[in-house]
C-alpha cells in the first residue's frame, strides 16, 4: 500500500462531542446518573461512561424519582421531558440543536393543523422523537413508501403537508421524495432538515471512495451513519470494510491495494479513528520497507567496480577493434585492442 487517506468529516459530529462532553460534567459532579438508551452508537464510549456511573435505561419508569438524567444528541419526544418534569429530575438535553430545530418545526406545524411528514426509519430513536413533537406525523422510508401514501392522499386533501428528514438521510432518498411532495401537494411546506455534518461526511467518504482501492469505514454497526458511509462507498468502490476498533482489521485484506481511504460515522471516538490510522500506517511502512529491502538486494547483488580494481570476466565478443567483456556488472565492458595485452603480469 502506497496512499493513506483519512476524511477530515470522519469521527464525532459536532451534536454527538457535546452529548459526550455534558455527560463526563454531568458525572463528574454527581456519580449516579441515568440516560434514556446508549447515549451513542459507540460500546466502547458508552463502557466509559458506564463505569463513571451513568446507567442506560430504555424509559422513565425506570428512573428513580429526582435522579439526574442526560438526553441524548437524537432528543426525546414531549410526553419525557413532562414524565421527567413531574418525577423532579434534573435534565442535562444534550439534543442536537440541529435535532431540537426540528422538534420546533414540526409542533409549529402541527399547531397550525398541518400533516407534518418525516422521511426517515420509524424506529430509529431522532424519528420517534421528532414524532413525538407533533400529532399524527407520518413516516416514510423512502420515496416508495410515501407515494403510496399520497396515492390516497390526494383524494382526500384536507390538511396542507409539512415535510422534513430525518438528520442523517441521504440526498438519494430526499431528493425524489421533496420533488413528489412539490408535485402532488398543494400548499406543501418542506425543509431540508438532513444535517451538513452529515452531508459533509458523505460527500467526502464518496470522493474518497471514488480515489482508493479499498474503503475502511469505522463506526458501530448499529449506528446508521455509519451503515449510510458504508453503503455510499460500497457504490464507489470495490473493497469496503466496516470495523468497529482497530482489532477488527485484518491488514492482510489491504495489504495488495495501493491505496486506501478512512472515514468513521458520527459516534466515532477519535482514539479508534486514531488507532486504525496507525495500524495501517504501520502496514505501509512495512511495504515501504520491504520494497526498499528488495530494492538494495537487488543492488547489491549487482557488483560495483572502481577505477584499479582487478576483475575477472567472460568474453562475450570479439569485433576488429575491441572485446566486449561480461564482469557481471551492470555494464558490460569493453577494452580496445590497443589496451589488449596476453602478458598475465
Ligand atoms: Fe447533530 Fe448532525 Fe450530529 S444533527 S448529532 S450534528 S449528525
Known sequence: MKKLMVAKSAGFCFGVSRSVKMAEEMLAAEQNCYSLGELIHNDDVVQHLRSEGLTVVDGPEQIPQGASVIIRSHGE????????????????DATCVKVAKIHEIVKDASDRGRQVIIIGAPEHPEVRAIAGWCIGAKIFRNEAELTVFLEEWKENPQKPVTLVSQTTSTDRI???CREKVKKECTNAEIFDTICNATCMRQSEAQSLAEQCEAMIVI?????????????????HCPLVYNISRAEELDRRKVSGVASVGITAGASTPGWIIKEVKDKMSEEMNNAMEIEESFADMLEKSIKT???GDKVTGVVTGITATEVNVDLGTKHAGYIPVSELTDDPT
Open 77 to 92: 419526544g414531549k410526553e419525557v421531558y413532562d414524565r421527567l418534569a413531574a418525577m423532579g429530575c434534573p435534565v442535562a
Open 174 to 176: 430526499w431528493t425524489p
Open 219 to 235: 463506526g458501530d454497526r448499529k449506528s446508521s451513519n455509519t451503515t449510510r458511509l458504508a453503503e455510499l462507498c460500497r457504490a
Open 305 to 307: 567496480l572502481n577505477t
